[in-house]
């Protein structure tokens, strides 16, 4: 049952929602659904590199399709626009609440500002922001990952895999989100090579604005450099702009590692998946439909909602063939994760 009923008239509702979507600049995916009763459930806002970016938005999209099939409401879906202002996140957020969507969630830190006002205007709707826990409202839902445990197991492959001793890490944008990755990768190389394997870093931009997360020339060309210092693994926590460093892994033949989604099975990185080893994934999906469950069940979830390898939100990706097929390789990760889960190893975040 949905905690806050609402009833419109179909015509109207699709007008005014095309209205207030042109109004934000964005663009949306809607789905109308055949409930009687024109219950409108979640709406999903992207973060920069938005839908397609076979990563962290498109994790979200997945979450937002499961909702769509399993409660047939109706759900919404709206792309950034370049350069766009706090104050067009937060007309987004509102124009989605104003049109009776519940749950509303802003993928990405980016949104921190945008739904702190924005849930104190609509407090019986539910609001969730992914990657940020800094808003504390009755009405929000905080949905965060221990991505440095997830990146602590994706060092583990790659000191097993690489031949030179020489690993690579991009991150999009200088921030402690991507921070957290590089900490735990550096770890897990760290721990399973006792130091004998180096790592290269580099970060694409000070600011998500510069294309940190949406450039993947950007990506490709910081691989590049670092598969000429020979690095031969190189994992990417760069958003879309980690496109270009697995197709430059391939291109030079060596291990590229994914980020968020199972990269090794998104349809657009195909032709590369083969020097896809795997993928440190956090299961976005799960978040965001989970919240959606919550608000349709009428126990809407607010405040912190972490997800971790005890959860099983975060973890590696096994679709590769050749990396689940790698008994030493698997026993490693293994022996590692159980660690972790009981706590005898502690993951840096920083």
């Known amino acids: 049952m949905r905690r806050v009923s609402r009833i419109a008239v179909a015509g109207a509702a699709t007008a005014s929602l095309a209205l207030a979507l042109s109004a934000c600049g964005g663009t949306s995916t809607e789905s109308s659904s055949s409930d009687s009763k024109g219950d409108k459930g979640l709406a999903i806002a992207y973060d920069v590199g938005g839908k397609g970016d076979q990563s962290f938005n498109d994790a979200a999209y997945a979450g937002l399709e499961q909702a769509k099939k399993e409660f047939g409401y109706e759900t919404a879906d709206i792309e950034p626009t370049e350069g766009e202002t706090d104050a067009d996140k937060a007309q987004r957020l509102s124009s989605l609440a104003k049109q009776g969507y519940n749950p509303v969630i802003g993928v990405g830190y980016a949104y921190a500002p945008a739904v702190k006002e924005v849930a104190e ?94 450039s993947p020339d950007k990506g490709k ?69 989970g919240l959606a469950k919550s608000v349709e069940d009428g126990k809407p979830v607010t405040g912190i909602v972490k997800g971790d390898l005890k959860t099983g939100e975060v973890g590696l990706a096994d679709s590769n063939p050749k990396f689940a097929d790698d008994a030493e390789l698997q026993e490693a990760i293994e022996t590692a994760k159980e660690k972790i889960i009981s706590g005898e190893i502690k993951v840096k975040s920083s």
């Open 221 to 289: 060309t910081a691989a590049e450099g670092q598969i000429e210092k020979k690095a031969d693994v190189v994992y990417a926590a760069a958003g879309l702009s980690g496109q270009g460093v697995i197709e430059a892994a391939a291109a030079n033949k060596v291990w590229a590692i994914g980020v968020d989604s199972d990269q090794y099975k998104q349809e657009a990185l195909a032709k590369y998946k083969d020097y896809i080893l795997t993928s440190a994934t956090k299961d976005v999906a799960k978040a965001v439909f």
């Open 121 to 214: 205007k609509y407090p019986d709707t539910t609001f969730g922001i992914v990657d940020d826990a800094q808003v504390q409202a009755d009405n929000v839902a905080d949905l965060v990952f221990s991505e440095e445990q997830a990146s602590y197991l994706a060092g583990v492959a790659a000191a097993k895999a690489t031949k030179t001793n020489t690993v690579g890490f991009v991150g999009g944008v200088d921030i402690p989100l991507i921070h957290k990755f590089e900490a735990g990768y550096k770890q897990g190389v760290e721990d399973t090579s006792g130091g004998k394997v180096k790592v290269v870093s580099q970060y694409l931009t000070q600011t998500a604005e510069e294309g940190g997360f949406s």
